[in-house]
């Protein structure tokens, strides 16, 4: 069983920044895989970005990329998504997932390729 705990999230204006951090609780976190994703009101929940166990490989959504920055901190278990330049659609609660496989190698852009996952924490961005 792997705890997952997000924070990091509020209101923020336009062109702000934010940095979400998700502590996961196994010692053998730092082998896994992680993602963010996000679910605004009534929509799919959809992926953000995602992470292997050693940083190798990385994954963002299009509409993120060069405004989020994903990265991990193996020693701490912990997994950062950096946001800059934020905007109105990036509202959501956004969450953290594990891929609880030892080393896996993929980045799964889907939420059923995860195993444990977060409350979620809100992230609003007022225009």
């Known amino acids: 069983q792997v705890q997952v705990a997000e924070s990091g999230g509020g209101l923020v204006q336009a062109g702000d920044s934010l940095i979400l951090s998700c502590a996961a609780s196994?010692?053998?976190?730092?082998?896994?895989?992680m993602g963010w994703f996000r679910q605004a009101p009534g929509k799919e929940r959809e992926v953000v970005a995602g992470?292997?166990?050693?940083?190798?490989?990385?994954y963002y959504t299009d509409s993120v990329k060069g405004r989020f920055t994903i990265s991990r901190d193996n020693g701490k278990n912990t997994v950062y998504l950096q946001m800059i330049n934020l905007k109105p659609e990036d509202t959501a609660v956004y969450y953290c997932a594990v891929r609880a496989y030892y080393m896996s190698a993929t980045v799964p852009t889907v939420p059923g390729g995860y195993n444990y996952w977060g409350q979620g924490t809100q992230v609003t961005v007022s225009s």
């Open positions: 992470i292997t166990w050693n940083a190798d490989r990385t």
């Open positions: 196994a010692r053998t976190s730092s082998t896994y895989t």
